[in-house]
């Protein structure tokens, strides 16, 4: 298996990807390899740093240019044709790579993806899927970004894909879907959710468990959490922000305290980097997409998010279920 890693795309490039790529070398099973995208100089260099390393399971491929977070998502492919987000999915398109790992610009790794991978048949909007903790098992939402308008018919695209995720990578037999809404009644919401819950209700292959208010995603009441990319985003970031809120008082009070707990274990469910990247699911490839902010841990996790729908071989299954559904 090999996973093409962008060495280019967090805030401290390349250190976290260096790091997270060897500790992924060094823990995952002995079956991986990879690709680290970007100026191969710099990153002969960075590794060297790091002492003794598998070197006959990593690889380097040289892209002299990067993408900007500023830049326009929509002309990566014709101003940046040498960066690593371009360099590294056309490795996975040209059947060089099983998969991708970027930190870099959301929207430039998705609209890459996009034009390069290309949607899946059946597939109108492919959507940024990322795990929330709850007090029981993490919860699949989707979208968190991708799509900012949405029609009925694309949630419950949404809802089929993150079936299928979760079945995959979750681990979960019967995974339980929500729509996220104002109110648990089926005529609360607006037209977007009214239409939306009654398509997933009358979808016989879904196990569908009616609408979410946001005070219950946290007693996690499903399994994959369906809304538009404009609520999925704005949860997504209140949601990070106050769990980095939660984690920073506990330890600040503790220490106040001067008591001496660990707490690293018990919190580490409120850690982003503890898992990884968001999948872009509904292309013809696996595209996970991380913060830019990654550490080293987080990017270890994302490869291990990839390879697990490598070995899984999800983006089949995807393509099996939904090859010959068309929007309803």
């Known amino acids: 298996m090999r996973?093409?890693?962008?060495a280019m795309g967090t805030d401290g490039a390349p250190d976290s990807e260096v790091a997270g790529a060897i500790r992924a070398l060094r823990e995952i099973e002995e079956d991986i390899e990879i690709v680290l995208v970007g100026d191969q100089e710099i990153l002969q260099a960075e590794v060297a740093r790091h002492g003794t390393v598998p070197l006959d399971r990593l690889h380097f491929e040289h892209?002299?240019?990067r993408v900007l977070s500023a830049e326009a998502s929509a002309s990566v492919l014709r101003k940046r044709p040498e960066s690593s987000i371009v360099k590294g999915l056309r490795l996975q398109r040209e059947g060089k790579a099983d998969a991708f790992v970027s930190a870099g610009s959301t929207g430039a790794v998705m609209a890459a993806?996009?034009?390069?991978?290309?949607?899946?048949?059946?597939?109108?909007?492919?959507?940024?899927?990322?795990?929330?903790?709850?007090?029981?098992?993490?919860?699949?939402?989707?979208?968190a970004g991708a799509n900012v308008d949405c029609k009925?018919?694309?949630?419950?695209?949404?809802?089929?894909?993150?079936?299928?995720?979760?079945?995959?990578?979750?681990?979960?037999?019967?995974?339980?879907?929500?729509?996220?809404?104002i109110g648990e009644e089926s005529e609360k919401g607006n037209e977007l959710a009214l239409e939306a819950h009654q398509r997933l209700a009358h979808d016989p292959e879904l196990c569908f468990v009616g609408n979410i208010e946001g005070r219950e995603i946290i007693h996690g009441s499903c399994d994959v959490l369906v809304c538009d990319?404009?609520?999925?985003?704005?949860?997504?970031k209140f949601y990070e922000s106050v769990a980095q809120f939660i984690v920073e008082y506990l330890r600040s009070y503790l220490q106040r305290a001067g008591t001496q707990v660990a707490l690293d274990e018990a919190l580490c469910v409120l850690d982003y980097s503890e898992y990884g990247g968001a999948p872009l699911l509904g292309v013809n490839g696996v595209s996970i997409i991380c913060h830019g902010s990654s550490s080293p841990n987080a990017i270890l996790n994302a490869i291990r998010v990839a390879a697990q729908a490598v070995r899984t071989s999800m983006v089949e299954h995807v393509a099996r279920e939904l090859r010959s559904k068309e929007p309803a």
Request: charged share 20%.
């Open 229 to 236: 990319g404009f609520v999925g985003n704005v949860l997504l």
């Open 152 to 181: 009925p018919h694309h949630l419950v695209q949404f809802a089929r894909l993150g079936n299928i995720y979760a079945q995959d990578l979750m681990g979960r037999e019967l995974p339980r879907i929500g729509l996220v809404n």
């Open 3 to 6: 996973i093409v890693l962008d």
């Open 63 to 65: 892209a002299p240019d």
């Open 113 to 143: 993806s996009l034009f390069i991978l290309k949607p899946l048949e059946g597939v109108d909007r492919p959507a940024i899927g990322t795990v929330l903790p709850t007090a029981k098992e993490p919860v699949l939402m989707l979208d």
